[in-house]
């Protein structure tokens, strides 16, 4: 059953990766982003786009570069340490238009999925899924027949974007696929929409907790992301091209 489901996902978003309109994205850096009027770092600085604002690619390309998305933290815990690396998102500046004016921004933190609620990080996923993507025109369910599989469901928004379930003894996962996307796209929709920076901004938060170890960042060796704690997991990666965001917990 795995398989079918596998096959399902990938012919889905394969037919849809023909759909996806790039000429217009979306600003996801919270703090906005910046429009300089070269291709580069050192490029006059013109504005600060704001977070959730379109913007219009006009085709152009500047220079490749790495910019420090989130900080490494260490935790110790007793004897040992737990720690999290840093994750250095990979990007380029490209040219944009916005408000008639056209300059450079770094695409890191552009998606060409939208935003449903600008000002907080308080909406849902699947809330955010349908704002952006309608309701669902497939749905999947099934009861599971494996050793420890309660059920699994999957649904397949128009714009070929996927939502899949799995609830297993002890806990569950969710799979959220888009039919293009980057580790940079991924990253910015799971801090959204499951805080992964948290361990890093609110440290002080998390020490003393009983040995809780939260959710730390390790660098894969093909660059997906996990994001991996006592009793969670988030991975982020790219497949053919596909974005895929895996998230899994239990107790």
């Known amino acids: 059953m795995r398989f079918l489901i596998i096959c399902f996902l990938f012919s889905a978003i394969l037919s849809a990766q023909k759909r996806i309109d790039l000429s217009t994205q979306y600003v996801w850096a919270e703090s906005g982003l910046t429009m300089r009027a070269e291709g580069n770092a050192e490029g006059e600085k013109m504005m600060v786009i704001p977070f959730g604002a379109a913007v219009k690619m006009t085709g152009e390309w500047g220079e490749y570069l790495k910019v420090r998305a989130l900080d490494g933290v260490r935790y110790d815990m ?16 490209v040219g944009v238009e916005y408000e008639g004016e056209k300059g450079y921004v770094f695409n890191g933190y552009l998606f060409y999925c939208p935003l449903e609620v600008k000002e907080s990080r308080s909406e849902g996923f699947e809330n955010w899924m349908a704002s952006i993507a309608g309701a669902p025109d497939t749905i999947f369910f099934n009861e599971g027949s494996e050793e420890l599989v309660r059920g699994r469901s999957l649904y397949q928004y128009p714009n070929g974007m996927t939502l899949a379930y799995e609830d297993y003894e002890g806990g569950g996962s969710t799979t959220i696929t888009f039919p293009i996307g980057s580790i940079a796209n991924g990253f910015m929709v799971a801090n959204r929409f499951w805080n992964i920076d948290e361990p890093v901004k609110n440290k002080k938060d998390f020490e003393g907790e009983g040995g809780i170890v939260p959710e730390l960042l390790k660098v ?28 899994e917990g239990g107790c």
Do not use: K, N, T
């Open 78 to 93: 007793g004897d040992e340490a737990a720690i999290g690396e840093p994750y250095l998102m990979e990007g380029a500046y």
């Open 220 to 247: 894969l060796d093909d660059r997906s992301l996990l994001f991996q704690g006592d009793m969670s997991a988030i991975r982020i990666m790219v497949i053919g091209g596909m974005l895929i965001i895996h998230s």
